[in-house]
């Protein structure tokens, strides 16, 4: 009697498969992986770089960045009332350059229940994510009525600085020093509040 023949073929190992195909895999990996990786690098650097932010006109080796920001209602001695009034976008002068854009703010503050407040004042900055643009403002006081705070703003928005990314609108960040009495000793502190201006529109765009 004959022997049957085992006609079932032997599948090769992974590892053989590997070997054999290796050039084709490493030339896909530099095709596809490396691309992505250098552009997941752009926009991860993109948006740590911009997102750093500071009170101070220019960088220096003593300049803080400031990491942690409050809501403007959640002070704890005083309670901030912050009013986008108007905006006007810059335009260009007779050698090209942006200029005469500004954007105004309402700003006064309202002690909570419990607090004597000696001294309020405030530094506004404005600053676009994922992107440099900012425009520090002047330090003024700020007392029970509103105030208007003007900060130059000469740049124009929206802003595409990377693909699939649009910055429509500046956020609006307060540096805020404040002094209050408790048990007939006064004290002084410092909070960062982020107003995000995103969403809303001011009255009047000139």
Avoid: C
Wanted: glycine share 2%; no cysteine.
């Amino acid at each position: 009697m004959m022997k049957k023949q085992n006609n079932k073929q032997v599948k090769p190992s992974f590892w053989k498969w590997l070997h054999q195909y290796r050039i084709k895999i490493a030339l896909s990996a530099f095709l596809v992986i490396i691309p992505i990786t250098l552009i997941l690098t752009a926009y991860i650097g993109a948006y740590t770089t911009n997102n750093k932010v500071h009170f101070d006109v220019e960088v220096t080796q003593e300049t803080t960045y400031i990491k942690d920001f409050i809501s403007y209602d959640d002070i704890d001695a005083l309670l901030l009332h912050i009013e986008w009034v108007a905006l006007k976008s810059p335009e260009e002068n007779t050698e090209g350059v942006l200029v005469n854009g500004y954007y105004d703010f309402n700003l006064r503050y309202e002690a909570k229940e419990g607090y004597s407040i000696n001294n309020v004042s405030v530094t506004p900055l404005l600053q676009t994510p994922w992107t440099n643009i900012r425009s520090l403002g002047t330090t003024q006081n700020l007392t029970t009525s509103n105030r208007v705070f003007r900060i130059i703003f000469n740049y124009e928005l929206p802003v595409r600085p990377l693909w699939f990314v649009t910055v429509e609108e500046a956020n609006l960040y307060l540096k805020v020093d404040y002094t209050f009495t408790s048990a007939g000793s006064p004290i002084t502190k410092t909070v960062y509040v982020l107003y995000p201006l995103e969403n809303i529109t001011p009255k009047p765009i000139v």
